[in-house]
């Protein structure tokens, strides 16, 4: 349509009420599509009402309050009718409050200690710590200055010979080479290292069973009824005995350190070739495992 006034084109949709404005001289004009517009109004707010048939008793959850009702009214905060409401709210459960400004640490429902106590209590155990150190530094001995200086026995408690034999680490020889077992029997009696020596896989079964030792020191390819691999198998098979390493000291030809444990079941490899130096720095690393 156009302005009647200023001819303008205006191509503004009409307002709810029906009217347009012109946008060159800004004058409100009537649209000719007033009254539609005002009767589809009409029908859309109509549509927006109340269903009274689902809804007879009036309970409709989408109607409005109706014009007129009045709200209720919000206390401003700090005013005497706030100070009042906030008085018959219940206060929650609080704590009993400290008469003192000491800090407090709640150890039980019921027990309430300061701060500065608590200090004291730990203070007091670091100092009995330290006093039990010192006793400790105090009574241990050089080595070699008491060579028999046994705890039981000073306590005077009973100890059997077995459980003193085991104080020190021994040794399974298993060689049926009386050349090669005789030079390792002389590198581990040159360190001090208690070991016994035995000849076949039988009699290291026996051996093992009589008084299991720390570390087994064996030959692969030894002669007799029973093969060095069975005895490999019989030992990490037996769970009092799976975790006494065994060392191949051995003139079999053994490639690697991953041969001998993956195929022969050993955990450590040494060739004869190298000499009971090697073997005995062997023993002394397991040692230190265990």
């Given at each position: ?41 009409q029908e859309r707010m109509g549509r927006l009402d109340p269903d009274t048939e689902r809804f007879p008793d009036a309970t409709n959850p989408n ?13 401003r905060p700090g005013s005497p009718e706030a100070r009042a409401a906030l008085a018959e709210v219940p206060a929650p459960s609080r704590p009993r409050?400290?008469s003192d400004d000491t800090p407090r640490v709640m150890r039980g429902p019921r027990e309430v200690v300061s701060l500065e106590a608590l200090m ?171």
């Amino acid at each position: 349509m156009k302005c009647p006034r200023c001819q303008s084109s205006i191509t503004a949709s009409p307002d709810p009420e029906g009217f347009v404005r012109c946008p060159g001289c800004g004058a409100r004009l009537r649209s000719r599509s007033a009254p539609a517009t005002l009767g589809a109004l009409q029908e859309r707010m109509g549509r927006l009402d109340p269903d009274t048939e689902r809804f007879p008793d009036a309970t409709n959850p989408n109607a409005t309050l109706p014009p007129g009702t009045p709200l209720p009214r919000i206390p401003r905060p700090g005013s005497p009718e706030a100070r009042a409401a906030l008085a018959e709210v219940p206060a929650p459960s609080r704590p009993r409050p400290v008469s003192d400004d000491t800090p407090r640490v709640m150890r039980g429902p019921r027990e309430v200690v300061s701060l500065e106590a608590l200090m004291a209590e730990v203070k007091a155990l670091r100092h009995s710590q330290e006093e039990m150190l010192a006793l400790l530094r105090a009574g241990s001995f050089p080595a070699g200055e008491r060579p028999g200086f046994d705890v039981a026995q000073e306590l005077g408690l009973p100890v059997t010979p077995t459980v003193r034999a085991r104080q020190r680490k021994s040794v399974l020889v298993v060689d049926d080479d009386p050349e090669t077992r005789q030079q390792t029997e002389a590198a581990l009696d040159s360190a001090e290292i208690p070991f016994r020596s035995v000849a076949d896989g039988r009699t290291a079964l026996a051996a093992i069973a009589d008084d299991k030792p720390d570390v087994i020191v064996m030959e692969l390819d030894i002669a007799g009824a029973m093969a060095g691999k069975d005895v490999i198998d019989l030992v990490k098979a037996t769970m009092q005995w799976v975790d006494v390493p065994i060392i191949l000291y051995t003139r079999a030809p053994i490639t690697s350190q991953r041969e001998a444990r993956t195929v022969h079941g050993a955990d450590d490899f040494v060739s004869k070739q190298d000499g009971a130096e090697l073997m005995l720095a062997r023993v002394v690393m397991q040692f230190r495992h265990g």
